[in-house]
């Protein structure tokens, strides 16, 4: 197997992992062979996954624009993946120079590659840590230098929980990071879900099943269960939705948020909640 000059030394480029798959469905080109025969096979049993992380992606793009509209212009994104064209500093920092961000992910080659991605840009950083560790990530150099929480700060969990398993207590993790916010912070969330998918349970568990076995189990929640997250947060309108159907006309009026037609678009759930 050819190691690619760009892949960090150290990494295990004969396993695969979730944001190098993520990156492949999004048409970005840092991931292995390994990564995409993992992301094919998923797409024999769900071929609409590319459509959910687009989705996905313009949800997050939507709602970063809505936090800088309600002046919040510190955002910390955790399981932020390997950043792809239109991530979060790219659309904070056009809707507010003003804007700081901290990626956090525990993935070697995500890290690597946002390094070299932002450079010498002193409002941006990322953290190499874990969502399962909030009080790491609270305690990072990176978070310090860049996020005060005495004001509000928009959280970014988006696609990251459904790989937390409840052994892992995420409703403890979001609760750790949520109590260390302002008054005013928003918490931007999407999650997996069996509802909304166009197929069966059965055939969708597929999916499930190349993610389980590539040891990264992929958690699939009913919408109560993912509306427990937003415990302490009043979620905005129109709540807890399908991601196409969160504020679709965005704040720019974009073409490419249009409502998209694919009905995969409307797998699993989007929302975003304010700190009372």
Known sequence: MERPAWAPPGIDISVPS??????YYLGG????????QAARRAMEFMPGLPKIMQANRA???????????????????IGSGIPTFGNVHEVAQ?????????YVDHDPVAVAHSR???GEDDR???VAAD?????????????????????????????VLHFLEDADDPYAAVAALRDALAPGSLLILTHASYEGIPLTEEVAGGVVDVYRNIRNPLVMRTGEQIGRFFDGFELLEPGLVS???????????????ETPEDPYAFSGFGGVGRKA
């Open 131 to 159: 969502l399962r560790k909030p009080k790491e990530i609270l305690a990072s150099a990176e978070v310090g230098r860049l996020i005060d929480f005495d004001r509000p700060v928009a959280l970014l969990l988006v696609a």
């Open 29 to 36: 080109s840092h991931n292995f062979e390994v990564d995409r």
């Open 59 to 77: 949800f997050m793009r939507r709602a970063v624009r809505h936090a800088v509209a309600e002046g919040v212009t510190q955002f910390l994104d």
């Open 243 to 257: 991601m196409p159907d969160w504020r679709p006309d965005g704040l720019g009026g974009e073409a490419e948020e």
């Open 124 to 126: 941006t950083d990322i």
């Open 94 to 102: 056009a809707a507010s120079p003003e804007a700081r961000v901290v």
């Open 116 to 118: 070299a991605v932002l």
């Open 18 to 23: 979730v944001s190098r798959i993520y990156d």
